[in-house]
């Protein structure tokens, strides 16, 4: 990717469209806010891959993020907590215990972050 410079931050293009980011958000995406989209995102699509391979009966999932950041050091983030609300017919809390697992493991941006930034998922079950 190739960043260019705007007023009040930077954007690139991309195949779907332009993406704005600056440290300021009514100029764009702040920085943090796409890497804990990422960090969600990435999760729910590994989650969304690993429900469908098991071929359970998923009809919907939320993703509600929480980031905590240190002021003391550049407001970095150190932890970040994504609550899945998974909505669907005969999910068991027992076998999507295992899911989480295999979707923390299996998350690019989970494992890159790993050491770093505390990642934790938790997870909700809505019976339809």
């Known amino acids: 990717m190739e960043f260019r410079m705007k007023d009040g ?15 300021d958000e009514n100029y764009g ?3 943090y806010q796409l890497l804990v989209s990422s960090l969600a995102v ?8 690993i429900l469908e391979k098991m071929r359970l009966d998923v009809h ?14 550049a407001n970095r983030i150190e932890k970040v907590s994504l609550h899945f609300k998974i ?11 295992r899911v989480m697992e295999l979707t923390k493991k299996n998350c ?3 494992q890159s972050v790993e050491g770093s930034i505390e990642v934790s998922e938790t997870f909700e079950i809505i019976e339809v």
């Open 9 to 23: 931050g930077f954007f690139t293009e991309l195949p779907y469209g332009r993406l704005e980011v600056s440290g």
């Open 29 to 31: 995406f702040r920085p």
């Open 42 to 49: 990435c999760s729910g699509g590994i989650l969304r891959n």
């Open 60 to 73: 919907d999932i939320q993703i509600t993020t929480n980031a905590e950041r240190n002021k003391e050091k």
């Open 87 to 97: 909505t669907g017919t005969g999910l068991r809390k027992d076998k999507l215990e």
């Open 108 to 110: 690019a941006m989970v």
